[in-house]
């Protein structure tokens, strides 16, 4: 459920490239999605995923510094299961009659030793309520793309949150807390 929140995270390092200055990338919809895990009842692991996570991020590898800002629909929630995902919009998970969108902004961004963005940390709000959060990168690349004549970064990104501070306490404890975010990006340069 609070894997859209973290989708937003994993954008800032697909806009690591080799240019010298800033530069702004717009998320690809048709590539940017959150999926979420959380163990249910000790026994099986629960998933499903949530986008396209709309926004963008700008990177400045030379001055190592960066801004991401993501909208996550949490209303578009899918877990293959009609009646589970109907129950995970209900007012004591997810509220996404009050609050359909969830939002992650940062602009503390880690790089490594060649200039990649390798954690991106910042706010994410999910029921109104924020927290702070990082997101990790288990994958990263970038490519310029014939088709598009843009270059494109893109990876998968990793976060673990706790449901219940956002309010999301329902089924606890048959149900972690725990959630695991794998966030999988794109982000074309203009």
Do not use: N, W
């Not at 004591?92 to 963005?117: H, I, K, N, S, W």
């Amino acid at each position: 459920m609070l894997a859209a929140l973290c989708a937003s995270a994993g954008v800032a390092p697909a806009l690591a490239q080799s240019v010298s200055g800033p530069v702004t990338y717009q998320l690809d919809p048709a590539h940017t999605f959150v999926t979420f895990e959380v163990l249910h009842f000790g026994t099986s692991t629960l998933r499903g995923r949530i986008g396209p996570v709309l926004g963008e991020v700008t990177v400045d590898r030379a001055a190592r510094t960066g801004d991401l800002r993501l909208r996550i629909p949490v209303d578009t929630i899918s877990t293959g299961m009609r009646v589970l995902d109907a129950r995970l919009k209900q007012p004591d998970l997810l509220a996404t009659t009050e609050y359909p969108e969830a939002y992650f902004v940062a602009t503390r961004f880690q790089f490594d030793a060649a200039g990649g963005v390798k954690e991106v940390r910042g706010e994410f709000t999910l029921r109104g309520a924020g927290e702070p959060l990082s997101l990790y990168a288990r994958s990263f690349g970038c490519r310029h793309d014939e088709t598009l004549r843009r270059d494109v970064c893109g990876g998968d990104f990793e976060a673990d949150l706790k449901r219940g501070r956002f309010g999301a306490t329902f089924g606890e404890p048959f149900i972690s807390d725990d959630v695991h975010l794998v966030i999988q990006v794109e982000g074309i340069a203009p």
